[in-house]
C-alpha cells in the first residue's frame, strides 16, 4: 500500500517504516513530549485516507463517505486504538504491519 507515516515530522513510506524506526522515532519524541503527533497517508489507486493521533490536534474529515478500502483502514486505526491520547507505541507497529497486508 503507498502511503507514508510521519512521526514529530520525520516522514517515511509505510514500506520503509521499520518497528525499530517507529520506535526510534516515538521514543525520541517521547522523552521530551508525552505526546507525539503520527500522521498516516495513503494514496493508492483505491485509497485516500489520511489519519492522524489526537497529538496533532484538529480533526481530519473527507467530504464523502468512505469506500469499502478505505474503511477497512479506518477500523484498522480505531483496532489499535490510534485515535486515543495515550495508544502504547507497540499499537502504531502493529498498525503498520497489518496495514502492508490490506
Excluded at 483505491?46 to 489526537?54: K, S, W
Aim: glycine share 10%.
Amino acid at each position: 500500500m503507498n502511503g507514508t507515516i510521519s512521526i514529530g515530522g520525520s516522514e517515511r513510506s509505510i514500506v520503509d517504516a521499520s518497528p525499530n524506526w517507529i520506535n526510534e522515532q516515538l521514543g525520541h519524541r517521547q522523552e521530551s513530549d508525552a505526546s507525539t503527533c503520527v500522521r498516516v497517508a495513503i494514496h493508492d489507486s483505491d485509497v485516500n485516507v489520511a489519519l492522524a493521533t489526537a497529538a496533532c490536534g484538529g480533526r481530519l474529515g473527507g467530504g464523502r463517505v468512505p469506500n469499502p478500502k478505505e474503511m477497512r483502514v479506518i477500523d484498522l486505526w480505531n483496532k489499535h486504538h490510534l485515535g486515543d491520547a495515550n495508544y502504547p507505541r507497540g499499537q502504531l507497529v502493529a498498525f503498520v504491519q497489518e496495514l502492508r497486508h490490506l
